[in-house]
């Protein structure tokens, strides 16, 4: 394989409903910095039918091309006719590298592109860096979390990652930012479309999404019951915080699977992160150290937590947690 033909980092921008995901913009954000250290251009893939402005925030989130495939077999995700789509893309244009959000859509279609294209994908990636010879620098968490293992795609292009959401920072929209908009026409093989869209079921969204919370009281197994808990609501309640939990709570049933934190949970960034009676496993750790600023509780002053933690307190959460709720709700 030549690999000096494969030019340029690529990032499947994904979309829902004619709104653009975060994780897309996130993913422009580090395909911005990776592009800039090897002199290269951002571009994105844009799927969909009737694209409207998406294009334009695509451009002012960092991307310098957009290659825009607008058609009426897009208006939904299906795997056939959006593998088909960017494959066409990837084979025409030969990029250097592609990105995909580790999302339900970008893990479905990730292993077909890498399948169809004959080359690797690393799934799940939380870091990624230009190494020796412009090699991509994949790494993710292995056995369990207990590992970051880094994998290098040395034989191969385009090297291709997915990567998890609320990993990468997003750049400041820049609406004055220059770029190109290309409308590409792809050659549908119809006969391949095996799956029919019947109908479309929304989801009830009665929950907040903790990834987009600005402080986060989370609790752990040290928290110890409904009781318990209730004292982070109202802690919550005085900063307007979001209560977010460990998995050892998640599996006592004692809160929803959608606010657990880390490896297997949700990726957050949020300007406060309280960890209450929460250990610091590492993965726990996986979906939440990337916060600005940590506040540890723990009774035990050898808690891992304390190592990543800002600012911490050694006490009893039962005590603590009461007495600053008081003097939150006093000022
Ligand atoms: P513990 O580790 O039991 O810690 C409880 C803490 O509370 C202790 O540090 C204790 O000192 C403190 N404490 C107790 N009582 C008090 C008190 N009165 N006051 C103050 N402090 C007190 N975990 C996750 O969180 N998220 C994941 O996504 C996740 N994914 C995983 C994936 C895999 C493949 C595996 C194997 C594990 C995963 N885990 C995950 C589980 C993880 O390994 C830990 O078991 C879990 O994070 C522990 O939760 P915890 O810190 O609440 O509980």
């Known amino acids: 394989m030549d690999k000096e033909l494969y030019k340029g980092v690529f990032v499947f921008a994904e979309q829902r409903e004619g709104v653009i995901q975060n994780v897309a913009f996130e993913l422009i954000g580090k395909a911005r910095e990776l592009a800039d250290s090897i002199g290269e251009k951002v571009t994105a893939i844009l799927c969909g039918y009737k694209m409207g402005e998406m294009p334009k925030e695509l451009i002012a989130a960092g991307a310098d091309v957009v290659l825009v495939v607008d058609d009426e077999k897009l208006e939904h995700y299906l795997t056939e006719p959006y593998a088909q789509a960017v494959t066409h893309i990837i084979q025409e244009c030969k990029p250097e590298i592609v990105l995909l959000g580790a999302t339900t859509i970008g893990r479905d279609l990730g292993p077909r592109l890498s399948s169809r294209l004959r080359t690797g994908l690393t799934a799940d990636c939380t870091s990624l860096e230009i190494g020796e010879d412009r090699n991509l620098m ?91 808990f209730s004292k982070l609501t109202d802690l919550a309640g005085q900063i307007h915080a979001e209560v977010s939990s460990s998995r050892a709570m998640v599996d006592a049933g004692l809160i929803g699977h959608e606010r657990q934190v880390g490896q297997t949970g949700k990726t957050v960034r949020p300007d406060i992160y309280m ?31 304390f190592q990543v933690a800002d600012l911490g307190v050694v006490g009893d959460l039962h005590k603590i947690v009461p007495i600053l709720t008081a003097k939150l709700r006093a000022s």
Request: charged residues 25%; glycine residues 10%; without cysteine.
């Open 138 to 228: 994949m790494t993710r968490p292995a056995f369990g979390g207990n590992l970051m293992a880094t994998i290098v795609s040395k034989a191969h292009r385009p090297q291709m990652s997915t990567v998890r959401p609320g990993v990468m920072r997003r750049r400041v929209a820049d609406n004055s930012r220059q770029g190109t908009v290309e409308n590409v026409t792809v050659p549908f093989d119809t006969s391949k479309f095996r799956v029919r869209l019947v109908k479309k079921v929304h989801e009830e969204k009665n929950m907040v999404d903790i990834t987009e919370a600005h402080i986060l009281v989370s609790g752990g197994r040290g928290v110890g019951s409904q009781d318990g």
């Open 275 to 305: 960890a209450i009676g929460i250990s610091g496993a590492i993965q726990h750790l996986a979906g939440m150290e990337e916060s600005d600023f940590i506040i540890a509780i723990n009774k035990d002053k050898f808690a891992p937590i």
